[in-house]
């Protein structure tokens, strides 16, 4: 029903940035509350940010909260992780996910509670 298309990954040194951009296709987007989830080596999936159906409510792990944003916009079908003060346990690969058949006004924090994920892209942290 939706397809998830991530980019902006990549090597950044300990408090840089990083800008991480997911885009969907179709013309439902909005229909879809949006998150973000990072999986470390060795480590479970979990969320990271995630964002209402029209952006106007988003939370955030407790680890990046103060550090990193989440940000849709929905006339382009897009959602965004904006990185900032970036530390090595940043470190992981980072999945932009929909969630479908949610209330307009939440932001799920749950993996089950997603449908559809993109691929996945790499962020490194490190000196």
């Known amino acids: 029903q939706v397809q998830l298309v991530e980019s902006g990954g990549g090597l950044v040194q300990p408090g840089g940035s990083l800008r991480l951009s997911c885009a969907a296709s179709g013309r439902t987007f909005s229909s879809y509350s949006m998150g973000w989830f990072r999986q470390a080596p060795g480590e479970e999936r979990h969320i990271v940010a995630a964002?209402?159906?029209?952006?106007?409510?988003?939370t955030y792990a407790d680890s990046v909260k103060g550090r990193f944003t989440i940000s849709r916009d929905n006339a382009k079908n897009t959602v965004h992780l904006q990185m900032n003060s970036l530390k090595p346990e940043d470190t992981a690969v980072y999945y932009c996910?929909?969630?479908?058949?949610?209330?307009?006004?939440?932001?799920?924090?749950?993996?089950?509670?997603?449908?559809?994920w993109g691929q996945g892209t790499q962020v490194t942290v490190s000196s």
């Open positions: 996910a929909a969630a479908a058949g949610v209330g307009y006004y939440r932001a799920p924090v749950e993996i089950s509670q997603y449908n559809y």
């Open positions: 964002t209402s159906r029209g952006g106007g409510l988003t």
